[in-house]
């Protein structure tokens, strides 16, 4: 573990603290997360990352939402399973959330293991791919008026001769 700032100076202090008054030592992560919370979590965080998570929506890579949701749900310590699923698929793009459903997920890590795995699925089609019908209605009123302006240019030819 690497701490840093105030975290860092915090646990020194505290590992001093605890081997001269007799404090039961931190030796778990459970128990260093909880002794972390106090000096260093506003009392207010689990509403806040609520807040954000009402807020919260996939506008990048999938990857990138995973990231963003799982660092907002550290900050809340009684959300049940159910609401952590009903929060998450929401805030993903339209496609990502049918294929979800799809797969019928039952958790938030087969949510996460599912979506994980539909980043190289997802089939995109350059431009270049499918023809513009622009493009083509475009290409074929200039092959018309070629054809009419050489038309009207013979009928001019006989017309002089």
Do not use: C
């Not at 399973?81 to 958790?107: A, S, T």
Request: charge should be positive; proline fraction near 3%; glycine fraction near 4%.
């Amino acid at each position: 573990m690497y701490l840093v700032g105030d975290a860092k100076l915090w646990w020194r202090t505290r590992n001093a603290d605890d081997v001269r008054s007799g404090h039961p030592i931190i030796d778990t992560w459970d128990r260093l997360i909880k002794e972390m919370s106090d000096p260093f979590l506003p009392s207010n965080a689990s509403w806040l990352a609520r807040e954000k998570l009402k807020r919260l929506r996939q506008t990048g890579s999938v990857r990138e939402y995973i990231k963003e949701f799982t660092s907002v749900m550290l900050d809340m310590q009684n959300m049940s399973d159910k609401d952590k699923l009903h929060n998450f698929i929401p805030g993903m793009q339209g496609w990502d959330q049918n294929e979800l459903r799809r797969e019928n997920v039952k958790d938030l890590l087969a949510a996460i293991d599912v979506a994980d795995l539909l980043v190289g699925f997802r089939v995109t089609r350059t431009l270049t791919d499918v023809p513009s019908t622009s493009k083509t209605k475009k290409n074929n009123d200039k092959k018309g008026k070629r054809k009419k302006d050489s038309h009207k240019d013979n009928k001019n030819d006989k017309g002089k001769a």
